[in-house]
């Protein structure tokens, strides 16, 4: 006779009770009374659900979702670093100087870090799914204002589309842990996250590449190159707007694991006073900030940086497009390790401090660099190496920060790791554009490499003392020893007979 334990048994899910009314009374009132401490309230919830009898399952949708959710990051980080290859075009088209260009991408960040508290309660009230979708509005929007200035050449149709665009990376660039954790089970969540932030970097390689090869000065400054430049971004956006609006539903009809996140509307205050308070935290999100952000600043004006040393717009967009891409491989790769490893701190730190000692050589050969040729080598060679490590360590940090800090909710712990980049790729871009100016030379683009070199070292010292804590992974561990505990007290139940 086949028990009621074998049936659950065949859906490869065994817990101990069944969800009751109580429990899910337990998380109300933890939702609408927040306690004095918050994250042992989480971790109480979290503890009482791990002993909860519930079907944990997944389906072929959550990689449609990610797919999605992947897309749409890929055409914000394109519309993120489209000018910063076609500065002088952009000069020529809309009547400006240098730093207005830059100010189109220094925007998205600012916004960024502006925004990410409200984005909390906001995100409290619509959902993941509400999330995407508006996200995938807001490119729309983005993309055309932009066809439109093509006719209309104001530089404030660009300044408005850049803000949407930025609203657009408030609701997807700190969502790749939460979409893994929704959507996927624990051996998968690692690549996942690291999946949808990889698509984000090939973004802003496509966005850094494409440019210079549709508008250029003089002879490609018609409106029909302008009108295919902005055109693709806005077909592709405008299919996957509604594919997310059709197939991706609220959440998963099961859980696919029992830490996966199940709710989301907490308090958020008391949480992220929680994650403000501890030292070690701060400590990441500020090195992590230091390292990912200043290079993302470099990426963003690697044209006037390279100018100096005879690097056309189209070889540094080449440069940046090849070494992004071999950092979104990198990604993979890293999401591989953290989930078969669970080597979080060393791998962050392994990737600094390598990234760190490609820079030191770039840096001394641009210092009063006579002759262009050796800066050139230099700048071929380890511009996409230092892209290659430098991207991985986006997801790597995203794993480590929603460890230290489970069970608070992804989305939380995720954006302000995120926040932190922003903040510091704000300062980097606004700092070198003053360095630069309008004029760049070799002498002004080495201070800019050594003041970079010098924040990444301080940035590598501080993940030394980042001290790991992988709390998630231990509660997966602990679920998983309950659940084959669990399995053969039920195989010695269901095979104790009468008359055995």
């Keep these: 006779m086949t028990s009621k334990a074998d049936d659950v048994f065949a859906q490869g899910v065994l817990c101990e009770t069944t969800v009751d009314k109580r429990d899910d009374a337990r998380v109300a009132e933890f939702i609408d ?9 989480l971790e109480h919830v979290a503890e009482e659900r791990s002993h909860c009898k519930e079907v944990f399952k ?10 999605l959710f992947a897309f749409i990051g890929f055409i914000t980080q394109v519309q993120y670093v489209c000018f910063s290859t076609v500065v002088r075009a952009t000069e020529e088209k809309y009547d400006v100087n240098a ?13 960024y870090v502006l925004g990410v508290f409200p984005l909390f309660y906001l995100f409290n009230k619509i959902g993941l799914r509400y999330g995407i979708i508006g996200a995938a509005g807001l490119n729309t929007i983005a993309t055309a204002l932009k066809f439109i200035s093509i006719w209309v050449p104001y530089i404030g149709l660009l300044i408005v589309a850049q803000i949407f665009v930025a609203a657009c990376q408030l609701l997807t660039l700190g969502l790749g842990p939460l979409v893994a954790s929704v959507w996927f089970p624990a051996p998968e969540r690692a690549v996942a996250t690291s999946v949808g932030t990889l698509f984000g970097f090939i973004g802003m390689a496509v966005g850094m590449f494409y440019g210079p090869y549709i508008v250029s000065l003089p002879n490609q400054m018609s409106n029909m190159h302008w009108g295919v430049f902005y055109g693709v971004q806005f077909g592709f956006i405008l299919v996957v707007s509604a594919l997310s609006f059709f197939l991706i539903p609220g ?38 900030g230091i390292i990912t952000g200043l290079l993302t600043a470099v990426a963003a004006m690697l044209t006037q940086i390279l100018e100096p040393f005879g690097i056309s717009s189209d070889i540094s967009g080449t440069l940046a497009f090849s070494g992004i891409l071999g ?31 490609l820079l030191i050589p770039i840096a001394a050969v641009s210092k009063g660099a006579g002759s262009n040729m050796p800066v050139q080598i230099v700048a071929y060679i380890v511009i996409p190496l230092v892209e290659c490590l430098v991207l991985p360590m986006v997801p790597v940090g995203l ?3 929603v460890e230290l800090t ?16 922003c903040l510091w790729s704000v300062i980097g871009m606004l700092v070198f554009s003053c360095v630069v100016g309008d004029t760049p030379t070799k002498d002004l683009a080495f201070i800019v490499m050594l003041i970079v ?44 007979t009468p008359f055995g």
């Excluded at 709710?263 to 308070?277: G, H």
């Excluded at 069970?407 to 939380?412: G, L």
């Excluded at 501080?462 to 659940?483: H, I, M, T, Y």
């Design 58 to 67: 997944v389906t072929k949708r959550r990689f449609l979702v990610l797919l």
């Design 327 to 357: 950092g979104s491989a990198s990604c993979v790769v890293a999401g591989l390790l953290m989930d078969r490893y669970h080597c979080y701190r060393k791998l962050l730190l392994l990737l600094g401090f390598a990234t760190l000692a």
């Design 399 to 401: 794993e480590l920060i």
């Design 251 to 288: 959440k998963p009809k099961y859980r696919p694991a029992s830490t996966s996140t199940h709710v989301m509307d907490v308090a958020v205050w008391p949480v992220l006073k929680t994650q403000l308070k501890s030292f070690n935290i701060m400590l990441l999100t500020i090195s992590f």
């Design 33 to 41: 009374e927040p306690r004095q401490n918050t994250m042992e309230s």
């Design 99 to 111: 730093f207005t260009v830059n100010l189109l991408s220094i925007l998205i960040p600012v916004i």
């Design 453 to 496: 070199v010098i924040a990444i070292a301080m940035g590598d010292i501080g993940l030394c003392f980042v001290k790991e804590d992988l709390k998630r992974n231990r509660k997966d561990e602990l679920d998983e020893k309950r659940s084959d505990s669990d399995l053969l007290e039920t195989r010695s139940d269901t095979s104790t």
């Design 406 to 421: 489970f069970p608070a909710p992804e989305h939380i712990a995720a954006t302000v790791l995120l926040a932190s980049m």
